[in-house]
């Protein structure tokens, strides 16, 4: 808390004081960036989205999972999301619910309909592949800005439109990563892309978003996310479907009973 | 025209020397661009099904390359806090070795086990410095009950254990890939043996075999070629008596060599163990024509010639020889493009190259080279007279030795069948070699090098969590395990019976499979959730879960053993399952087939061979009878070989299936030179066949005995290389060519007396 206060503060008064000549290093200039993405994207409270990925392998055999999406926004920690699967139809119903936390790991219950249990994962792995597919966890769990340190590149363009080039280190120690290189539409403050280096900052894979469009005339949300993996081969795409916002989600909604009556 | 054509050559003796020096460094340029190559794929044509079949089970899954650390601390206990430490250490390292996409150890084995309502999954050890005594025990007991670390990653004496691996090389530049891991890991080794004085650590895996290959060549570049340069030195001495010539003949040869790797240079061949045995062959090769004609050109100098006319004379008489050996020579070689396996192919090219830049280059630069030089040795040749004697030998015992040799040699064809294929590829490298050293550690204490992986596949999107198809799956498991060739396998089942257990209290009861569909499913969704950045499941299950691979690990075992074993799986998998019959895929099962396929290719290529080198004979010859005569003598020797072979060794692989194409080629050349000095002198002289024996016996014998020899000596050294191939391909080719000299001294002059009778024309 005490430091999202402090990143805010020092945020705010790098922006304001932009006039200053105060000479801004590379690393307060990419947190700044880092902040505006969070400060931009605040206040949406909650959303529900669908979700459809197709994994593709070197031959370019792929298969597809579906799955809906609701979050709940937090403010002073990270969101609250919960997925319910629907496709392949044998783990329909299956329910994951993930309390992000900015420092600490991450809160996840699973329930299984097969089992009628609701389990805690305990696990300090955040970095293995979600649902089998390119993109793992850390990549789709809500982006909070204390999850790495950050130092601005260059500018460059990016699809036509002017980008900040930032790199940014996990600070989360058991993540697959050392670090990601993003490119932030200067306008938006949106990912164009993502770079991501493996943990001996070998390429290992590149995220782009696609087909961004604007909610409630201030949230941007890519349709299409396609992910690829250099060393493998292997590729996913998400594509998001039907965003809803502000749709009177709460607490309860998300809580570990809520789990076995999601559908 | 001959004549003449010598003539010229000698007028322009300096112009000829120079140009030849140009020519050869303008071809040798292309020797800088050679590469050994360090992937053992290169063993296989694209269109080898086994490779299909492997590089199509890596594409579904992830890659087989790998790189195993052996660690065996020396108290013999892998489960105390140091070693505990050095393991999670070697683990951490080893994500940074370059183009690793997975590594699994002990300590970070992937360890489910329930608390109440939680499903807790961790490395198996966290950490090790903390661990009490029941600790240790507790993480010694699960470790050695878990499937898939036992016989793979820790021995069941818990004495040795492996960090393994897994190598992803982007192939787009494999020449510096491959040694960008090795040098990393080689650094690693060095580091983690200061820190961790009390420990032994070894390096196996695929990765550290392909480095082998390059590491194998170079060693025998360095040692046996100039060896080979030193011996055919000494003979070439020995029998020329002369500073001036023998040093000639070794430019000679040095310049043929050149050509041969520069031509390939030029083409972009890669060198292979195989390929870079070239030198040595091309050495022992180029010195024949050599000898031949400065053996003639000393008997005329000794007869009262001067110098200038015994190289016309000897280049008169020699000439045809010479171009009708190396056209052979070069046919056998050629005809190694048949072979499946594509170093092969590269050794016979190469080869061809530098017989063919051998024969350019004795009948230009040699006589004029010659000529320049000063010769000042008493102009005589060894062991003539000894020849004139072996010839009055052969005729006066020309029945006896007809019939002994033919006996010996029916003898000897009748133990061929005796030859059993075997191609393990770990026995490709000696003891020498430090890969084969640390590999034949691996495999006795801690597991297999040799594999076979299995793509199960249930045919429809998401079955692999089905009951039925696990159930299946789980039998094929479990009917491997009770092989008696078997170490280890690894199958997806084990992980769903874990689970299954660790979802109800880690009760022991419930280890076993799930039994419905959809509770298989959120196990795996729940696991998949769980685990670390490297060790998901995308090498035991593919995208559409669908498929999934089981890992066999084997000893070491002959060829037709791994053949039996795969033959028996898949009869099991006919008979037991529905649908899921599929052949097995492996670098040991592609080994297991490349001897037969390249047998299967070679009798085309070596057939091709043989009905040119024939009709090359009949014309060169002009006379069909002869033609034929001269395929006995070239035949048997490759017969009578194998089943020397046979009684010695028992065993054939890979190499041995391009011999007798490779010595088709050589052998026939002393038939020739035998033939046609015995036919010149019935034709020229008007000789009866026993004068014409005699004739030829002290006008080439000399020069038959010293180049065979030469090539015996030649080959005999590369029978010496560290790489197993090589060694087995020497040593047959000596054979067969000592075998050939034997039936060209003993047996062809006998059947000439024979079918020519003994009068005078």
């Known amino acids: 808390m005490k430091k999202i206060i402090f990143n805010i503060f020092l945020a705010v008064s790098l922006l304001g004081g932009s006039l200053n000549v105060v000479a801004e290093t590379a690393e307060e200039k990419g947190l700044a960036i880092a902040v505006e993405i969070d400060k931009r994207d605040t206040g949406f409270k909650d959303s529900t989205v669908k979700l459809k990925m197709v994994l593709k392998n070197k031959q370019g055999r792929s298969s597809v999972r579906e799955l809906r999406t609701k979050t709940l926004e937090v403010t002073g920690d990270g969101d609250k999301s919960l997925s319910i699967f629907d496709k392949p139809r044998d783990v329909k119903g299956t329910a994951f619910l993930t309390y992000t936390h900015t420092i600490r790991p991450d809160d996840q219950w699973l329930y299984l309909p097969a089992l009628k249990r609701v389990k805690r994962i305990s696990s300090k792995n955040k970095s293995g592949p979600f649902m089998g597919s390119e993109f793992s966890y850390e990549d789709i769990s809500s982006q909070e800005v204390d999850k790495y340190t950050y130092k601005y590149i260059r500018d460059e363009d990016c699809n036509g439109v002017g980008c900040f080039v930032i790199e940014r280190y996990p600070t989360y120690k058991n993540s697959g990563y050392t670090r990601q290189v993003a490119w932030i539409n200067k306008q938006e403050y949106r990912p164009e892309k993502i770079v991501f280096y493996d943990r001996k900052n070998a390429l290992l894979k590149t995220l782009e978003y696609k087909d961004y469009k604007q909610y409630l005339n201030q949230y941007w949300r890519a349709d299409i996310m396609q992910m690829i993996n250099h060393q493998t081969g292997k590729s996913t795409d998400l594509s998001f479907q039907d965003y809803q916002f502000n749709t009177g989600l709460s607490e309860k909604n998300f809580s570990r009973n809520s789990l076995k009556r999601a559908r | ?761």
């Open chain 2, 1 to 761: 025209m001959l004549v003449r054509y010598t003539e010229w050559i000698l007028r322009w003796r300096y112009l000829v020397v120079i140009v030849s020096i140009l020519a050869v460094m303008l071809i040798g340029k292309g020797a800088a661009d050679l590469e050994f190559t360090n992937d053992y794929r290169v063993f296989f044509s694209k269109e080898n099904p086994q490779l299909t079949a492997f590089e199509n089970l890596q594409d579904t899954y992830t890659k087989n390359d790998n790189v195993l650390f052996v660690v065996s601390p020396q108290d013999g206990k892998v489960f105390t806090p140091d070693t505990l430490l050095a393991i999670q250490d070697i683990t951490e390292q080893a994500w940074q070795i370059p183009f690793s996409i997975r590594v699994d150890s002990v300590t970070n084995f992937q360890h489910t086990y329930a608390e109440e309502d939680d499903l807790i999954v961790g490395d198996l050890v966290e950490e090790p410095g903390s661990l009490t005594l029941e600790d240790l025990q507790a993480v010694k007991v699960v470790a050695l009950n878990e499937p898939m670390l036992i016989n793979k990653l820790i021995s069941p004496d818990a004495a040795h254990t492996g960090v393994n691996v897994i190598i992803q090389l982007p192939g787009v530049n494999q020449m510096l890939e491959n040694p960008q891991v090795v040098v990393f890991v080689r650094q690693m080794l060095s580091d983690m043996k200061q820190k961790y004085p009390q420990m032994d650590i070894r390096l196996a895996g695929m990765v550290m075999m392909n480095n082998a290959f390059p590491e194998a060549s170079k060693r025998d570049g360095v040692t046996l070629i100039p060896m080979a340069f030193l011996a055919i030195a000494i003979v070439l001495f020995i029998l020329l008596r002369g500073i001036s010539s023998t040093l000639t003949t070794l430019v000679l040869v040095l310049f043929s060599i050149i050509v041969g790797m520069g031509t390939a240079g030029w083409l972009g061949i890669k060198l292979t163990p195989p390929s870079a045995s070239a030198p040595i062959i091309i050495l022992t090769i180029a010195i024949a024509g050599a000898v031949h004609l400065l053996v003639t050109m000393l008997q005329e100098i000794h007869k009262g010639a001067n110098k200038h006319d015994a190289i016309v004379e000897s280049m008169r008489v020699n000439f045809m020889p010479i171009l009708l050996t190396s056209l052979t020579t070069a046919l056998g070689f050629l005809s190694l493009n048949s072979s499946d396996a594509p170093p092969f192919a590269d050794l016979g090219n190469i080869s061809t190259f530098g017989v063919i830049g051998a024969f350019f280059l004795t009948v230009t630069f040699l006589p004029a080279a010659m000529l320049i030089l000063p010769n000042k040795a008493k102009y005589r040749v060894t062991g003539t007279h000894m020849m004139a004697d072996l010839g009055e030998f052969v005729v006066r015992r020309r029945k006896g030795l007809l019939l002994s040799l033919s006996l010996a040699v029916v003898i000897l064809i009748s133990f061929i069948p005796k030859n059993e294929l075997n191609d393990i590829f770990v026995n490709y490298f000696d003891d020498s070699v430090e890969f084969r050293r640390d590999t034949d550690f691996t495999t006795s204490h801690l597991t297999g090098t040799y594999t076979i992986a299995y793509s199960l596949d249930s045919g429809e999107e998401n079955a692999v969590s089905d009951p039925g198809f696990l159930q299946q799956v789980e039998a094929f498991s479990h009917w491997y395990r009770q092989q008696p060739e078997v170490i280890h396998v690894s199958s997806i089942t084990d992980t769903f019976k874990r689970l299954n257990k660790s979802m109800h209290g880690d009760d022991p009861a419930w280890y076993r499979l799930p039994d419905s569909r959809e509770l298989a499913a959120q196990y795996l969704l729940l696991y998949e959730m769980s685990l670390p950045y490297g060790l998901d499941l995308n090498n035991q299950i593919d995208v559409a879960k669908q498929a999934t691979r089981i890992n066999v690990t084997l000893k070491t075992i002959s060829s037709n053993q791994i053949l039996a074993l795969e033959e028996r799986a898949g009869q099991w998998l006919m008979k037991n399952t529905q649908g899921l019959h599929t052949e097995g895929a492996s670098p040991a099962l592609m080994f297991a087939h490349i001897g037969l396929r390249n047998i299967e290719s070679m009798l085309i290529g070596t057939t091709i061979a043989l009905v040119l080198i024939s009709l090359v004979l009949v014309v060169a010859l002009r006379s069909f009878k002869y033609g034929l005569i001269s395929l006995i003598p070239n035949l048997f020797p490759a017969a009578a070989a194998f089943g020397l072979w046979g009684i010695l060794v028992g065993e054939i692989g890979l190499a041995l299936s391009v011999v007798t194409a490779m010595t088709l080629g050589i052998v026939v050349d002393d038939t020739v030179h035998f033939i046609s000095k015995y036919i010149r002198a019935r034709r020229e002289n008007n000789l009866s066949s026993h004068d014409a024996v005699r004739y030829a016996f002290k006008n080439v014998g000399v020069a038959l005995w010293v180049t065979s020899a030469a090539l015996i000596a030649g080959f005999m050294i590369l029978s010496q290389s560290a790489f197993e191939l090589n060694a087995g391909m020497g040593l047959m080719t000596s054979i067969i060519i000592a075998i050939a000299l034997m039936l060209d001294f003993f047996m062809l002059p006998p059947l000439l007396m024979k079918i020519d009778g003994d009068d005078n024309r």
